[in-house]
């Protein structure tokens, strides 16, 4: 009864809230960017405007900085993306069996990736700069001289085009909202992960909500719509998997119950993590489950929150911030770590273990709260306890050495 009450006020809040709809111009533009990073420089790789969708500029954050700048290199507007060149996530242990043993956290780092970025056109723009946020130093800057001269050549009666100084004369190429409309989606269709496209209307975070109580799945779905959100629905691991193999694109984070039938939470998550396609996905375990001392064990460093039900809403829109926010910072610390020099293996472990402890202490904390408070605890568990709580204080420690060793370049001053 409490979960339909609940579900129904957060209906009526729906209800409640004014629909509205905003209208499109046919002639809004965006600037296309490839670059590649190579020797540890960025190179244009290729660079031109066409009709889209126009960006928004506080889509993400980052240790890279983008500068929007006019004729005079004065600031229009900027943004944030993260360092293309790093990739963290957890995937599957295999024996030399061909096993599943359990888990890892790892961290990829590629010195040679291209990639794109996606901004919007306004009139005054003339340059696109990309500058390393830890150093100050201009990584690139891209002239738009030449795409804006192609445009204009291609659609002189755009009036965009017309307002800049040295356009070309009106011809006989107008635009009409059907060629915007199709550049656009074709646009959309062909950008792939490795662009950061900046959408103008920010782009919700999409969360996958994996439960086989068709309630609580609405539920959710409902409070993270609420949220900005999208939601995309699954009632069981199966569908949850299908849904990865099919979705266009995948879901930046993962809630997952535990108790599920056939296929549990864990099982589910262990096929996640095999998958070289979505290992980097961070799932949070959202469960009425009590963990084991046995599953902390397995699972703790994989994972990136657990939460139990039932859960405070805002709970749970801080836990999904957190994990998203906790790992752009990583990876920020990643790139300033392998920039001041440091081993990339020693960086990686650092990485690992950075996520990794925190999740399991929370782990930790609540195997002590509900097993030791239990009248019916036996001796083997408490030692399980006891054994688990031992592994984690040993990899604290290792990351507190790990910690001091990268601190020239983990400190405020460095970043």
């Keep these: 009864m409490q979960l339909i009450l609940f579900a129904g006020f957060i209906l009526f809040l729906i209800l409640l809230t004014p629909a509205t709809a905003a209208g499109t111009s046919p002639y809004q533009k965006i600037v296309s960017i ?87 056109f306004t ?66 269709a062909v950008s792939g992960a490795g662009y950061f496209a900046l959408l103008r209307r920010p782009k919700p975070i999409e969360v996958m909500v994996v439960d086989d109580e068709p309630a609580l799945v609405e539920l959710f779905s409902l409070l993270l719509s609420r949220k900005g959100y999208i939601p995309i629905p699954a009632q069981s691991g199966k569908e949850c998997l299908s849904i990865l193999e099919t979705h266009k694109k995948l879901p930046d984070l993962i809630l997952l119950d535990i108790m599920m039938y056939p296929m549990d939470g864990w099982q589910t998550l262990e096929r996640i993590k095999k998958n070289p396609s979505w290992k980097r996905i961070p799932v949070l375990m959202l469960t009425g489950k009590q ?18 039900k039932p859960v405070k809403l805002q709970e749970l829109y801080s836990a999904i911030e957190y994990v998203l926010t906790r790992k752009k910072f990583i990876e920020s610390e990643i790139r300033a770590a392998i920039k001041a020099g440091y081993e990339r293996d020693l960086v990686c472990e650092y990485a690992r273990l950075r996520k990794g402890v925190e ?54 001053k460095a970043h």
């Design 123 to 188: 009139p005054d723009l003339r340059y696109v700069t990309m500058v390393d946020s830890l150093t100050g130093n201009t990584l690139i800057s891209v002239d738009l001289a030449g795409p804006i001269s192609a445009f204009q050549t291609m659609y002189p009666d755009d009036p965009d085009m017309k307002s800049i100084p040295g356009a070309t004369p009106a011809g006989t190429f107008p635009v009409p909202w059907e060629m915007a409309a199709i550049l656009g989606i074709a646009l959309i």
């Design 34 to 120: 490839n670059l590649a990073y190579e020797n540890g420089a960025i190179k244009e790789v290729s660079s031109e405007i066409q009709y889209g969708t126009a960006p928004n500029l506080n889509l993400q954050s980052g240790s890279i900085t983008g500068l929007l700048l006019d004729s005079q290199k004065k600031t229009i507007d900027e943004f944030s993306i993260r360092d293309p060149r790093i990739q963290t996530g957890t995937s599957v242990q295999m024996s030399s069996g061909g096993a599943a043993q359990g888990l890892a956290g790892y961290t990829d780092y590629n010195p040679h990736v291209e990639f794109g970025v996606i901004v919007p």
């Design 359 to 412: 999740v399991e202490k929370k782990l930790l904390g609540i195997l002590r709260s509900v097993y030791t408070t239990a009248e019916s605890v036996q001796n083997d568990v408490t030692r399980a306890i006891d054994d688990v709580s031992a592994e984690m204080g040993s990899r604290e420690e290792k990351l507190k050495k790990l910690q001091l060793q990268l601190s020239p370049a983990l400190s405020p």
């Design 291 to 308: 963990p084991t001392p046995s599953e902390a064990k397995k699972y703790g460093l994989c994972i990136e929150d657990y939460i139990l």
